[in-house]
């Protein structure tokens, strides 16, 4: 008898816990997920239990949608398999192994390149509020599918910033890149840029001109930086801003007793960035190397940068999605808080220069559009609550960028769908030498795309960005065009409202030197030397 009870109770027992325990690993699930801020209703882990899987097959078929391309648009299906385009053209049969999606009546684009990113960066006593997960999580659900960030040298020490990216980068969700600073100048700095390029992947090196005392080179390391450049292949960056007149213009506003944030654009007017972008172009002329201007923000600028191509020199402007779309206005609001999340350098500008800006755009005298996304909260904002020039620069976009330039320039009529292309992914790929690897939909490439529907909506707010920042700079702000699905390296990552990500899922990409803009350099230089007719024979002087 009491055999058959102890048998009985350790049956019953058994099934008991046969039909708890999967209870026991959901509620486990659940409990873990909540413990992560990024494990809700917008995001969640692809691998981890968080969630469901967007999709579990490596195959994709995405038909009947417009492929757009930098030159070409057509109605087409797209086959995806292992993480590369396959094959583009109508009507392609597929298994039943294979998802579908049907993409009729909208476009079917290559994901978004973003080039000008800082994530995880130290700056001015605090670190941006989005890291290499949270940053990539937000430009994947806006169609963003890699970035380049820059990598700021450790104590002048490329190879120690270079190492302190990397693991900063260890949770990355989608592909990236590295540009790299330079803030001094030495042999040893030197060897290191030939080594980044050389075994690292880099090929382009930022120059600030601007925030003195940290930052900030003067022109013989600017020279000197320009001519290494060019001997490796690699593209020359500036932050175009005069940090000597800036650090005058800071100190005039404190006398007057301008502290707020408006001080901040009164301190670098236009005419600053006019002046550090010509002098960069001309020493750049100077060394017969190309220059590439990120986040051109005013006419001063960019009206130097539209001389300098109209001459034929080797200039890329790069405006940003804040230039293009905001004016300063907003940097009078009396409300700090308000006013403060659109600081940024070169700062936001007047009305009129986004529109010239879009104009330039429009006209490719600026080739392609970047974010400058550098976030901070509010609370870090306020560090600088008392004195403009302690507020942390920097405003988000990776999330916001593709629906803005698509409702800034296409809807409105300024530029084609083509163009489109062109401005967001195509032309970033070009000059950073990773075409048509990244920013095309043929066969062979990344298969990094979006579906894009030109007739749905968007609308932008902090509350559902996926930003880590309490604040939008874009907050409330509506218009046409809809990034539906993205895809990035063959994983469907962002569909229906849902994004699936999966931390260390993103891959570094090395971009190789010698880009087109270098094309023609040495024959520019062997016809300099020629015109020069020199040495001049000449007879010593008789006393």
């Known amino acids: 008898m009491g055999s058959s009870f102890r048998n009985e109770f350790v049956f019953h027992f058994g099934s008991i816990i046969i039909l708890i325990l999967p209870l026991l690993l959901i509620l486990s699930s659940i409990a873990s997920a909540s413990s992560d801020e990024f494990c809700d209703a917008r995001i969640s882990y692809g691998d981890s239990g968080c969630g469901i899987s967007l999709s579990s097959s490596s195959k994709i078929l995405i038909k009947g949608g417009i492929v757009v391309n930098a030159h070409h648009q057509e109605v087409a299906d797209v086959y995806i398999d292992d993480g590369l385009i396959v094959d583009v053209k109508p009507n392609i049969k597929v298994g039943d192994e294979v998802t579908i999606i049907d993409a009729t009546g909208k476009f079917v684009m290559p994901g978004g390149i973003d080039p000008h990113t800082h994530l995880a960066m130290e700056f001015m006593g605090t670190e941006t509020i989005d890291d290499f997960f949270s940053g990539q999580a937000a430009a994947l659900a806006g169609g963003t599918t890699m970035h380049i960030d820059f990598v700021i040298p450790v104590n002048g020490s490329l190879s120690a910033g270079f190492k302190s990216y990397t693991e900063k980068a260890k949770n990355s969700c989608m592909d990236y890149g590295f540009h790299m600073a330079i803030t001094k100048w030495d042999e040893t700095v030197s060897r290191e840029m030939e080594i980044m390029v050389k075994e690292k992947g880099i090929n382009s090196f930022k120059f600030f001109l601007a925030y003195k005392g940290s930052l900030m080179i003067n022109d013989e390391l600017l020279l000197e930086g320009f001519k290494k450049c060019k001997s490796l292949g690699a593209l020359a960056m500036v932050h175009a801003e005069n940090g000597d007149a800036v650090f005058e213009g800071q100190k005039r506003m404190i006398e007057l007793g301008i502290t707020g944030p408006e001080g901040h654009a009164l301190s670098r007017p236009p005419v600053l960035e006019g002046e550090a972008t010509a002098r960069a172009i001309r020493l750049a002329g100077f060394v017969n190397t190309p220059l590439y201007v990120v986040h051109v923000m ?129 032309e970033c790929a070009r000059v950073f030498n990773i075409y048509p690897k990244k920013g095309a939909i043929l066969p062979g490439s990344d298969a990094d795309i979006i579906v894009f529907n030109p007739n749905s909506s968007f609308k932008i707010s902090s509350s559902a960005h996926h930003s880590r920042s309490d604040t939008n700079v874009y907050e409330g702000r509506t218009g046409k065009g809809k990034v539906e699905v993205t895809i990035a390296r063959g994983r469907i990552v962002w569909l229906n409202g849902e994004l699936k990500v999966v931390p260390g899922s993103g891959k570094y990409i090395e971009m190789p030197p010698f880009s087109y803009l270098f094309d023609g350099v040495d024959k520019a230089d062997a016809s300099y030397l020629s015109s020069l007719r020199v040495p001049v024979q000449r007879s010593k002087a008789t006393k």
């Open 298 to 426: 005013s006419i001063d600028a960019m009206e130097e940068i539209a001389r300098a191509r109209k001459s034929g020199q080797r200039v890329v402007g790069e405006p940003v999605a804040s230039g293009l779309v905001l004016d300063d206005s907003v940097l009078w609001d009396p409300d700090f808080n308000i006013a403060a999340k659109f600081v940024m350098s070169p700062p936001i500008r007047a009305p009129g220069h986004g529109k010239a800006l879009q104009a330039a755009l429009s006209m490719g005298l600026l080739q392609l559009v970047g974010t400058d996304h550098c976030t901070f909260n509010s609370t870090q904002k306020a560090l600088g609550i008392d004195d403009f020039r302690k507020i942390p620069n920097g405003v988000n976009g990776i999330e916001e960028r593709m629906h803005l330039v698509w409702d800034t320039m296409v809807a409105s009529g300024q530029i084609s769908v083509t163009d489109y292309v062109r401005v967001t992914s195509t």
